[in-house]
């Protein structure tokens, strides 16, 4: 596990004007620069390899999933083999991937950049939260080599307590891993408290910052529930203490609701980041500031409110109290409101916009199909009588990979592709952008969109193998993962092969009037040149004088 | 978020030391209260009560909340407002479900040992199984 920044070789010296020779990656050299760095540019750089370390080895147990799947008996591997590697794939995906990639990434690198900070509030904090996601990551990969949990990523009492495989490495890791995210979220909520430039108000903030804020306040609050439950498990697995065992006195569903209590924040944790995202490049792909800021941006603050009083939604079959469940159900549906809200000024703001079709855009436009598709789901599966039904079926894991995974996934990559030339100061290929879009899209469509046929005809979740009627859907849901797959393969290839052949972005290729463009690309470790000022809101686009725009 | 200057950071190690004996008096007073058996669960009720004193005093004196106004007050009061959801609404689903779907009580399972210091050894068996 090398640090290096394997990614980001020096770029080479071009005469070209559109380039910022004196910028954040050549400032120092070698890795012990990069290993000790206090500058938030650079954390969020190895913010982005070391995520997407994980997400290749997350992607990798997914495609062994389906591609086990292909048959209805055994496949390529052994059902013990199977049930570990699900696991796996939740572990790495919801803990290494999506909750740390987009606050560690983009947070990281454009909070300072989007307040006109010089850094965030607490740069070592910051450097610390990189070697707790290290170190927390290492355990948990030594947990997966020395024997890995098969419990799913949930690990549900009394099995995770019992099982004979080895949970508590990976246990230890997840709280680890905690711990650096509620660091992430401290420093991010001091930052956007005290750092903000002169002219920032609350209400003139950049939505993304908004979202980033929601987004602390939730990890914050809830990662300590998880942190403490993780390793109530980890001690009852090892030492046999009886916090969930009914036989000492302790109750099995109080682990759900522990767990849910984290987990089901944990969503928002994972998608109001990239609602955050689609907000900025809504903005500047339609040439419109956003309409209805103010609700937009305190709808992420409801959101992550309500997010809180919703987790009992996963217990509806667990031995929870009726009048419980439906509670529970009727507050889940609360969160509808506010995303309908978001979902709703984003499609006003594209209204009578001047829109640019470019690879970012697309993104957004993905976005908003797998949120409103997933959200509707979620409003279904919140309906207590339906969810009795589909609980524990591929239709529950349709619903919230089109939620969470769509979601986050499309933000993440309308942000890479949205900032990458403020990143690294180069344009990738325009072309192969929109078609790695277009292979994301169907691909992830056409693996998803036959799970929730197969969910609604009964095939349960985490099983190995499946009757044959539910053949033919399944091999099409591969066949989907497989040109997902194929999509995300071309967009690394391209994004590397900018950082040495690309053309100079210029400090804002986009045109766009968000803060953060108001710097040089990559831009220097200061920062700014010389103080920006903040005359206008974020992205105002009313007046179309070229002579506003930024440089 | 202008940090409240708490200035009178004057008083001497004396008030620390004095809240550190009053947690070593209550720490005494709930072990105390595990070795004897009060019915009725009062047992439980008191020792949650002095463990929120406990909580408290520590809160006030050491983070020093006493001293702190406006916004840190704020994040204390959010964050028991979360404790209090995550507790009401679990013990909502206990009060409200159906009895024996609940874990066993002193009065259902009467078998077993009660009281908070019920030692593990004379609860191993039901780990044995494995
Ligand atoms: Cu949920």
Redo the contacts with the bound molecule.
Sequence with gaps: MSLSPVSIPPPSAEPAPLFNERNYLVAERGWRSWLTTLDHKRIGMIYLVLTLVAFLLGGIYAMVIRVELLTPGPTIIEAVTYNKAFTLHGVIMILLFMIPAIPGIFGNFFIPLMIGARDVAFPRLNLLSVYLYLAGMLIAIFGMIHGGADTGWTFYTPYSTTTITKVWPILLGGFILGMGSIVTGLNFIVTIHTLRAPGITWMKMPLFIWSAYATSVIQVLATPVLGITLLLVAVENVFGFGVFDPARGGDPVLFQHLF?FY??PA?YIMILPAMGVISEVIQAFSRKNVFGYRAVALSSLGIAFVGFF??G??LFTSGQSAVDAGVFGVL?MFVGIFTAIKVFNWTATLYRGSISFQTPFAYVVAFLFFLVFGGMTGIALATVALDVHWQDTYFVVAHFHFIMVGGTITGFLGAIHYWWPKMTGKMYSEKWGLIAATFIFLGFNFTFVPQFLLGNAGMPRRYYSYPERFWPLNVASTAGASVLALGFVIILVYLLLSLKYGKPAGPNPWGSRGYEWQTLSPPPVENFESQPTYPRPPHDYDDANPAKEFH | MSAPEHASHKHGPGRYVAVWAALLVFTALTVGLGRIHLAGGWSIVIAMVIATVKASLVVLFFMHMKEHGGASRLVLATTLVFVALLMGLVLLDNATRFPLANPPTEATLPLMPPGPDATLPAAVPARAAH
């Design positions: 849910w987990s089901h969503v919703t987790w939604h996963h889940t």
